[in-house]
């Protein structure tokens, strides 16, 4: 019963290196999410997807993208890491419909720039 | 701009209190609102989940209210215990990308 499961769970990047943060979730649920947490910012959405094939942007997306091709998958990509982007980050999903029914979170990818 | 404000910050209780934690949220426009329990290191669980045509929902210790006109949320814990500590956050669906709007938790201890 893994629910949504992120890897990986740490990393340290240097400034300007790339990385892929994959979110797999395993109850079919048609909505992925991705968090990121910071002290007294909170959680902010960073790009979600309503399917398979659909990504969006949320709240702060600069610097990041985002693929969807498989329902169960959901990568999250740095293309130049920055020491702005240390930060926890959280995947979540949940079944639908759209903006109703409880919301399941991954266990935080914790990632450090230097 | 969406807020969602979660008063105090932090509380310290000793075991056995009944207690209340308070969330409040701007515009009305709401389709549910959820109270989340994190603990340090770990991601967020969801505890509740109340639909804006609820008033209220309870779970073992736990009753989690809905006052929309006021736009205002409480969990109520009774019967604290220890292994309640965590960081407790609520979040009000209805964001205008559809998502959740998260405020910043309330950080509880309940001490021995």
């Known amino acids: 019963n893994a629910g949504v499961t992120q890897t990986p769970k740490f990393r340290v990047l240097k400034t300007g290196q790339s990385m892929t943060l994959l979110c797999a979730q395993d109850m079919n649920h048609e909505y992925m999410y991705w968090y990121r947490q910071d002290p007294g910012m909170g959680l902010r959405l960073i790009h979600y997807?309503?399917?398979?094939?659909?990504?969006a942007k949320g709240e702060v997306p600069d610097g990041y993208n985002v693929s969807r091709l498989k329902k169960q998958n959901f990568l999250l990509g740095l293309e130049s890491a920055a020491p702005s982007q240390t930060s926890v980050y959280f995947c979540?999903?949940?079944?639908?419909?759209?903006?109703?029914?409880?919301?399941?979170f991954g266990e935080g990818s914790r990632l450090t720039v230097l | 701009k969406q807020e969602v404000t979660q008063i105090p910050a932090a509380l310290s209780v000793p075991e056995g209190e009944n207690l209340v934690l308070n969330c409040s949220f701007t515009d009305s426009a709401i389709y549910n609102l959820q109270w989340f329990r994190q603990d340090p290191g770990k991601g967020l669980t969801s505890l509740l989940l109340?639909?804006?045509?609820?008033r209220e929902q309870t779970s073992g210790r736990l009753n989690a209210s809905l006052d929309k006109s006021s736009g205002r949320s409480t969990l109520y814990i009774a019967a604290s215990q220890p292994g309640d500590s965590a960081t407790y956050l609520c979040?009000?669906?209805?964001?205008?990308?559809?998502?959740?709007?998260f405020g910043k938790g309330t950080k509880l201890s309940v001490k021995p």
């Open positions: 979540a999903s949940h079944l639908g419909p759209w903006n109703t029914g409880e919301l399941f």
């Open positions: 109340i639909q804006s045509s609820q």
């Open positions: 979040a009000k669906g209805g964001g205008s990308q559809g998502n959740l709007i």
């Open positions: 997807s309503v399917g398979e094939g659909t990504t």
